[in-house]
């Protein structure tokens, strides 16, 4: 607890595996307040974690709303508080969120769908589109 009586954890900056430290984890949240796509919340997602964030930057993009996660506004603790609580107290529904995201991330962020989606706008830049000389 902190001076204030609150409960505080503290977390670290760099650990040597993300696949070990994410299955220590019970949920992942991610209050930040400006964020780009954040490499930290697809790991979560393919650890299949339930995911708390702010709705920031391409963190909506990444996770839908009630569907692959809980997402708060920024600079909205209370809210971020009680999304956590939530989880904590239904966990059919953190449950359901986490495979939800773990479906997500492999339907949209796994490196095969990353190429089949720039290629397909290589494609569509150049006025192209199928197959290019026998390639798929």
Not at 9 to 25: E, G, N, R
Request: proline share 5%.
């Amino acid at each position: 607890r902190d001076v204030t009586g609150v409960q505080t954890c503290a977390l670290p900056i760099y650990v040597d595996s993300s696949k070990a430290f994410m299955a220590s984890l019970d949920a992942f949240v991610q209050p930040s307040r400006t964020e780009g796509l954040s490499l930290s919340l697809l790991e979560a997602m393919r650890s299949e974690l339930p995911i708390v964030a702010t709705a920031v930057g391409a963190t909506e993009s990444a996770v839908r709303d009630g569907l692959e996660g809980l997402l708060v506004p920024p600079y909205d603790p209370q809210r971020l508080v009680a999304a956590v609580n939530r989880l904590e107290a239904d966990r059919d529904l953190a449950r359901a969120l986490a495979i939800r995201a773990r479906s997500r991330f492999q339907d949209a962020w796994q490196i095969e769908a990353q190429h089949r989606a720039f290629r397909s706008l290589y494609l569509a830049s150049i006025g192209q589109s199928g197959t290019t000389r026998g390639q798929p």
